[in-house]
DNA sequence: CGTTTCCATGGAAACGATTCCATACCAACA
DNA sequence: TGTTGGTATGGAATCGTTTCCATGGAAACG
């Protein structure tokens, strides 16, 4: 691809390798300290000093090297944001949302992702560290071993998003799962369902457990069959949504309805049925846990469990923010909700999900 | 929220505000060059002092600070990767494969989202250069002016992604449309299709041209219309697909086919298709640019010209340390590929296509 | 045994900013 | 006029590393 090399159409600095603020004290014809003193904003500053350095920099087109002003200054203006899997839309949408609040409020953010694996949160938990992020926000994995304990050691304001870590006294903001999952639960017990397949998210997580722990609850208090049989352990990622599906229908009394813990899990849970020929909101109802925009264009649009990603993402900011000024905010839990749509309505009389049907 | 303070059940280092190499070199008994030496695998270090400040580091759990080392080694083993929207699922891929291979090079990424803004770009173009990141891996927007222009001026390692900028001299890795376009074009005119409508990507990008300019191409050598009408201009956001049916329904000849240029105006296209109880791939034929994992699950599944997001990102981050290197590799361009689902497999027969219907 | 070579080491100077401290100036007051 | 007080300024220390340079000792060579 031939382009044209870059043309010198206006007046543009020399070289300009590095410019440092000694450069720009020189130019302006004044100290360091007092060049240092303009760029931030110090009240003490003269008319004069604050022209002739604004002049000097723009002339010279100089940006100060963060490293530096964050190495004396012990701020970085830059947050962390680990999230297990940017490739879930979730976290995609907590992402953008992070990102756009903590941009507003004058921090970077660096992304990191700990691909639902301990050993990568933890090297982008020491990665972080070590750039001395002014905080960090995390979904968190596994226990408290591991890297996460020097977020308490080093005292570095945290904030745990979507799950939390045992015995970690960081404030976190989460979802109320029960609330959701119960009125799946009591949805699909309302169309007579009794045996619900549940493909729960892993345990290592806190949202894995917190909603395996909901979903039990919920099928004890509505009658139905409690069979263990019936919930396939996964791990968040859309494989293991086919894996489960695979592994239920092949029960000798396989489920009518499958709730999906997560929305890649569902992803992967309707391409299997798909494959194997199985309609769904005829043939087995489905309802997934996390609201992604195009659910509700497949056909038949997918039943969910949604909550605010935005919110969310808000709130963790403000609250790390907080946590950065010495406060020590409130966790906050937020709602769930059951968005019934076409994929939930059949009912177990449907023909093809009396009898087991092998499949390879 | 109760939760048990943190426990010391394992022997800890005391309070340890801040440790520096200092600490550890007094620890170790050795001076603070030696203890550097060690800790950057200097080989001039003997086997005594490398244990000693091994035995150091860890007592003390002592993490090197990143902002010093940048500054005094001008590397800071990050590089920045500036996409233009985190929750288009192309560009999640994208960041998830970036990360993951520089990482595995030893480089943490900086994760900046332009939200397609040009100001939001420039925003983040100055933060990663004053970061000093040690590359900078971008899908630009707009023309060489703003702050982009610096990538030049300030010789910073700079590789172009998905997008190109006219007149910067920069190697990019992109996709060659041209090829993907055509065969969905004479796919269409092969089922008799005559007038195609496209939803365009927006002309700021190069994305947006060259497609736009392909889809051209094509439909006039096909012999279909050229129709000037038929091409309705979004900005590569979901809203901006809706609008485009929108307007282009409304025509006195509407399009018999829709050919959308990204994925999520494609979303945006299925969402008003539905509302508007238009049958994909019965009464319209649709084809999106960009394969994402769940077009697939759609019912009709979708008709995409594909790429591979998981090269491109592989390549760049390889070009990228060529870059840094001081090399100076060839620009690469990817092949695309039409997939053909069921989404396009209606012909311009079909009865609802044929007279207008005014929506509001 | 004396000289050269090599290697491990420590002191100290960077890196580029911020910030403490002392100073010089000017206005205001007694 | 002498003291006070406030303000703008520059010099220099500092942040935590890396790296240059000089040094000392041991090994290798004649």
Redesign the interface.
Known sequence: ?E?????HDEV??VA??TITIKDVAALAGVSVATASRVLSGHPATSPDARASVAAAVTEL?Y??????R??RSTR?D?IGLLVS???N?FF??L??TV??AA?AAGY??????A?ERKE?QD??L??L????VDGIIVAPLGDGSGSI??L????IPTVFVDR?V????IP?VTTDSEAGIRQAVQHLAAAGHTRIGYISGPQATSTGRDRFAAFTRAVADSGLSQDPELVYFGDYQ?ASGSAGVHALLQLNHPPTALLAADSLMA?GA??IL?KLGRRIGTDIALIAFDDI??F????PALSVITHSVEDMGRIAVDMLLQVIDGAQPE?VVLPSELIVRASSSSNPTSPASVTSQRTN
Chains 1, 2 share one sequence.
């Not at 560290?129 to 001395?132: E, G, H, M, Q």
């Not at 509700?296 to 056909?299: G, I, Q, S, V």
């Open positions: 691809m382009t044209i090399p870059y043309q543009t600095p300009a390798s087109d940006r100060p090297n963060a490293q530096a964050a190495l970085s830059s899997d940017v490739r839309p995609a949408d992402a953008h990102e756009q941009l970077v953010t660096l992304l990191g992702n691909n990568q090297r982008y020491d990665t560290i070590s750039r001395r304990r020097q308490i050691t080093r005292e939390t045992d015995g970690l006294d976190s859309a992803v309707i391409a798909h925009e195009w509700a264009l497949l056909n966790s």
